[in-house]
Nanobody, 124 residues
């Protein structure tokens, strides 16, 4: 079992930046790939970014590539999502995810563990 707790979401103006954190507990964090998803009101949960267990591999949705950076610190059992150049379209609840597979952590249908989510609101 892995427990995930997100933090860092808040109201920010367009063009601003935020860093989300995902604190993990339970099993050894480094054996899991980690991902971030987001869900806007009335819409499906969508993939945002993923990182392999060692941190050597990353993958991004086209909508955030070049603006968002995913990272992790396995010594602290924590993952991060640095978000820059935010727009109102980035407004959503952001969820942290963990899965043994780097491929599996990129799909809502295969993720093993979810956090509870943190709200990000970008005002225009």
């Amino acid at each position: 079992q892995v427990q995930l707790v997100e933090s860092g979401g808040r109201l920010v103006q367009a063009g601003g930046s935020l860093r989300l954190s995902c604190a993990a507990s339970g099993r050894t964090f480094s054996v899991y790939a980690m991902g971030w998803f987001r869900q806007a009101p009335g819409k499906e949960r969508k993939f945002v970014a993923a990182i392999g267990g060692s941190g050597g591999s990353t993958y991004y949705a086209d909508s955030v590539r070049g603006r968002f950076t995913i990272s992790r610190d396995n010594a602290k059992n924590t993952g991060y999502l640095q978000m820059n150049s935010l727009t109102p379209e980035d407004t959503a609840v952001y969820y942290c995810a963990a899965d043994p597979s780097f491929l599996g952590v990129r799909s809502t249908y295969s993720v093993d563990y979810w956090g509870q989510g943190t709200q990000v609101t970008v005002s225009s």
